[in-house]
């Protein structure tokens, strides 16, 4: 089984999540650091197989053993309602017998959302995202000012992680300052990644 490589898991309906994940795995990447792309099924998706099964999108779907060998978890979701999507929350609620093992406990962790309005809940998204991320005892990694997007940005973008606001543009396309933001992170994230496992 692989190990030490970064594990970038989203949920997207519309595709800006999924975006702002190849965003960071470009920033992951030119830090020089193996990356994974994987994804959770619909929660009516019937699956047997999850770690062979590819989804509509084309990503492959995350298994446990992907959060188990990892050395590190960035987690994306869009908002729903100012919190997680369900099938990400149903995901995520799945891992406590890695909660009983400690298995993810002091693995750097990010998160990143998209929100259909400016002011759609992607704070309370990802807080939501982190709040799961600490009760498994990871450590989280946020988004500085010193990314000078963040400090420009008419989109999204958030001290806490990458965002995307569908509306700015109409888009699920990404903005230039969005996919710097969110490359940018990425970049710092696998830097980190690297210290902490020196």
């Known amino acids: 089984m692989e190990k030490n490589f970064l594990l970038i898991l989203f949920y997207s309906a519309?595709?800006?999540v999924k975006n702002l994940a190849h965003a960071i795995a470009d920033g992951v990447e030119d830090a020089g650091h193996s990356v994974k792309i994987r994804t959770v099924p619909k929660i009516s998706s019937?699956?047997?197989k999850i770690e062979t099964i590819i989804s509509e999108s084309g990503e492959l779907y995350c298994s446990k053993d992907d959060l188990i060998n990892c050395s590190a978890l960035a987690?994306?979701?869009p908002t729903r309602f100012g919190s997680i999507a369900s099938p990400m929350k149903y995901f995520l609620d799945s891992t406590?017998?890695?909660w009983g093992t400690n298995a993810l406990e002091n693995k750097p962790g990010m998160v990143f959302t998209s929100t259909s309005s400016m002011h759609g809940g992607q704070?309370?998204?990802l807080f939501s995202l982190i709040t799961f991320m600490l009760h498994h005892g990871m450590?989280?990694?946020g988004t500085p000012y010193s990314i000078d997007e963040l400090n420009k940005t008419k989109s999204g973008g958030t001290p806490y992680g990458p965002t995307h606001v569908e509306n700015y543009n109409s888009s699920s396309e990404l903005t230039r300052d969005e996919y710097e933001i969110a490359k940018k992170t990425g970049?710092?994230?696998a830097k980190l990644v690297n210290k902490i496992n020196d």
């Open 14 to 16: 519309s595709g800006s």
């Open 46 to 48: 019937k699956i047997e």
């Open 75 to 77: 987690l994306g979701s």
């Open 96 to 98: 406590g017998d890695l």
């Open 123 to 125: 704070e309370t998204t």
């Open 139 to 141: 450590i989280i990694s």
């Open 187 to 189: 970049f710092r994230f």
